[in-house]
Nanobody
Framework: QVQLVESGGGLVQAGGSLRLSCAAS????????MAWYRQAPGKQRELVAT???????TYAASLEGRFTISRDNAKNMVYLQMNTLKPEDTAIYYC???????????????WGQGTQVTVSS
């Protein structure tokens, strides 16, 4: 009933940039908090960045200001601009969104299928 589709991943050299996009579609009244997570091979999934409906953001401290999360509430989309990429940023990046599907309904969390980001040294 709700789908999240990520795009924009790929192969980039160290120091390069990528912009990830995630579109939420389906039966949606409102999208609240949206976030990007990543999972590197052999590691647990970790939170990269969060953006609230108000536009307030939080980031993982390890990113050192290299990433920027943004959103378009009218389009139910979230973006992740990644600059000065490092080989350790290599991972599958997942979009997550808290969605309300009908008036008075609960908030439900949905995940995208992930997009691969590979940074070569």
């Amino acid at each position: 009933q709700v789908q999240l589709v990520e795009s924009g991943g790929g192969l980039v050299q160290a120091g390069g940039s990528l912009r990830l996009s995630c579109a939420a579609s389906g039966r949606i009244i409102r999208v609240d908090t949206m976030a990007w997570y990543r999972q590197a091979p052999g590691k647990q999934r970790e939170l990269v960045a969060t953006i609230f409906r108000s536009g307030a953001t939080t980031y993982a401290a390890s990113l050192e200001g290299r990433f920027t999360i943004s959103r378009d509430n009218a389009k139910n989309m979230v973006y992740l601009q990644m600059n000065t990429l490092k080989p350790e940023d290599t991972a599958i990046y997942y979009c997550n969104a808290d969605v309300i599907m009908y008036l008075g309904g609960p908030v439900s969390s949905y995940w995208g299928q992930g997009t691969q980001v590979t940074v070569s040294s």
